[in-house]
């Protein structure tokens, strides 16, 4: 059975699926009269840019690479006709991501896989799920992987040893690649542009600040339909936020602020809490929740102010609610999503226009 792992950006996943050698004893996992043969992939622009950065081991110590994404390249879907996906996958594309990493530090690292760090991500901040196959045949002489993906890396890597390896990563049929990432583990985001970063979003996303429609719930479980407006993505500072006690991690990223507009327009009274429904998706293929900041009686955030008016709101009525999501640096928003409530309820998506907070 396919086990999911969570993957660096947060919603995308490292995918384990079997393949085996047809005839052998875990042929059932493959397909029968599997071919090498495929579609020459089609390499997309992107400036092989390298960068220093940080990878940590299992005992959490911090290694230095330095490491460049050297080709993205569209497969076909016939690339992988003889594995065994998982039914969400089925109908993606394969991408596939060829990288090196060299080990500038001064002594030999083992079971160096700084590939987990990586995400290929849409223009909308969507992650592509990152697919890793093993052979559930020890026998099997075939590693499964197309001819177009075949650099394995390597496990130890001496001091200024340089090695390569590529991953796949599934995307829907509607979306583009628009920007490689790595989630670097000193706290920033490494962001490479794939054709200038304008990639295409998935079907369904909205310009921004375009009103949408929506459901939610009041306390009694009673669907209430929504009109939803995006009215901002603003760049903030830890400044604001200065009265909170936030840990030393959440003290190295950046708040940005959403403001959203909603229109009550069911038969009955709603409580302004549809924040709570608000992420962020990054350039870099996170998705963050709103940040919960415990204040009772307090002033809150003069800069985001939970509800203005701050009172329940009547059908017809109108509320203005702002949530605060917290970014790494480097990785800034690219969509913003809302996730009503109750039954019929469905994830709406906007391109993300954030300025710079003034």
Same mark, same amino acid.
């Given at each position: 059975?396919?086990i999911?792992?969570a993957?660096a950006?947060?919603i995308?996943?490292?995918m384990?699926?079997a ?7 875990g ?9 090498e043969?495929?579609t ?6 992107m400036k092989a ?5 940080t990878?940590?081991d299992a ?26 996906l ?11 991501l060829?990288?090196s990493?060299t ?32 052979r ?6 075939s590693?499964g992987?197309?001819?177009?993906c075949?650099?394995?890396g390597a ?6 040893a ?7 990563f599934m995307?829907p ?7 490689v ?7 920033d985001?490494?962001?490479w542009?794939?054709? /200038? ?6 079907a369904?996303?909205?310009?921004a600040? @375009? &009103?949408?429609d929506?459901? =939610? #719930?009041d +306390?009694r ?9 995006p009215?901002?993505?603003?760049a903030?500072?830890?400044?604001d936020?200065?009265r909170f ?10 708040p ?7 229109r ?12 709570d429904?608000?992420a962020?998706?990054t ?12 204040d009772?009686g307090?002033? /809150?955030?003069?800069?985001?102010p ?7 709101? @009547? &059908?017809g009525?109108?509320? =203005? #609610?702002c +949530?605060?999501h917290?970014l790494?640096k ?16 469905e ?6 226009s954030?300025d710079d907070?003034k």
């Amino acid at each position: 059975m396919p086990i999911r792992i969570a993957g660096a950006a947060g919603i995308s996943a490292l995918m384990l699926l079997a393949v085996g050698c047809a005839g052998g004893p875990g042929a059932g996992k493959a397909k029968p009269g599997a071919s090498e043969a495929v579609t020459p992939a089609k390499p997309l622009p992107m400036k092989a840019t390298p960068r220093p950065a940080t990878w940590t081991d299992a005992d959490h110590k911090a290694h230095r690479l330095r490491i460049t994404p050297t080709r993205l390249a569209r497969g076909s879907d016939s690339d992988l006709a003889h594995i065994q996906l998982d039914d969400d996958l089925k109908g993606m594309v394969p991408y596939y991501l060829t990288f090196s990493y060299t080990n500038t530090g001064k002594k030999t690292v083992s079971e160096v896989d700084p590939a987990r760090n990586f995400s290929v991500n849409g223009a909308d901040g969507q992650a592509a799920e990152q697919v890793s196959l093993f052979r559930s045949n020890p026998m099997a002489t075939s590693s499964g992987l197309p001819p177009e993906c075949r650099e394995s890396g390597a496990a130890e890597l001496a001091a200024g040893a340089t090695a390569a390896i590529c991953r796949i990563f599934m995307l829907p049929k509607d979306q583009r690649p628009a920007t490689v990432s790595y989630k670097d583990d000193g706290g920033d985001t490494l962001i490479w542009q794939v054709g /200038g970063g304008k990639g295409g979003a998935s079907a369904g996303v909205l310009p921004a600040g @375009k &009103p949408a429609d929506g459901i =939610t #719930e009041d +306390s009694r479980s009673r669907p209430i339909p929504l009109l939803i407006t995006p009215k901002g993505v603003r760049a903030g500072s830890l400044a604001d936020l200065s009265r909170f006690d936030l840990d030393a991690d959440e003290k190295k990223l950046i708040p940005y602020y959403v403001t959203m507009q909603y229109r009550n327009r069911g038969k009955y009274d709603l409580l302004p809490s549809m924040s709570d429904g608000v992420a962020l998706r990054t350039t870099g293929g996170r998705t963050v929740q709103k940040l919960t900041l415990i204040d009772i009686g307090g002033p /809150g955030v003069g800069r985001c102010p939970d509800a203005v008016p701050h009172k329940m709101v @009547k &059908p017809g009525g109108t509320v =203005t #609610e702002c +949530s605060i999501h917290l970014l790494p640096k480097g990785d800034p928003p690219a969509a913003v999503v809302f996730s009503g409530e109750g039954a019929g309820s469905e994830r709406v998506t906007w391109r993300a226009s954030a300025d710079d907070g003034k």
